[in-house]
């Protein structure tokens, strides 16, 4: 099994600033990719950032140029710098992995899990 812990989220005006930190542990063999998603209230979980090991990280046209994707192999830790927050960024956001793993005898190719969310709240 895999966790995932999430950190950072709040309450900030528009045009502020969040960071969000996403923290994975467990029975990782290696990580194909870590990422962020959102769901807004009566609305679908939607992709914000994407990084794949090796490869450009990939944005929702929404936050293209306010925010960015950033990742730690060493640690298995993924952040999301959010600038410029709009009122329209408020929603649960959610870590994402994408792992190779290795648990009670058994392998798994491209397992994904999710973190438990955090609440981001951008007020007008």
């Known amino acids: 099994q895999v966790q995932l812990v999430e950190s950072g989220g709040g309450l900030v005006q528009a045009g502020g600033s969040l960071r969000l930190s996403c923290a994975a542990s467990?029975?990782?063999?290696?990580?194909?990719?870590m990422g962020w998603y959102r769901q807004a209230p009566g609305k679908q979980r939607e992709l914000v950032a994407t990084?794949?090991?090796?490869?450009?990280?990939n944005y929702a046209d929404s936050v293209k140029g306010r925010f960015t994707i950033s990742r730690d192999n060493a640690k298995n830790t993924a952040s999301l710098q959010m600038n410029s927050l709009k009122p329209d960024d408020t929603a649960v956001y959610y870590c994402?992995?994408?792992?190779?793993?290795?648990?009670?005898?058994?392998?798994?190719?491209?397992?994904?899990?999710w973190g438990q969310g955090t609440q981001v709240t951008v007020s007008s």
């Open positions: 467990g029975s990782i063999l290696s990580i194909n990719a």
């Open positions: 994402m992995i994408d792992c190779d793993e290795y648990s009670d005898g058994v392998f798994s190719r491209s397992s994904h899990y």
């Open positions: 990084m794949p090991s090796g490869g450009s990280p």
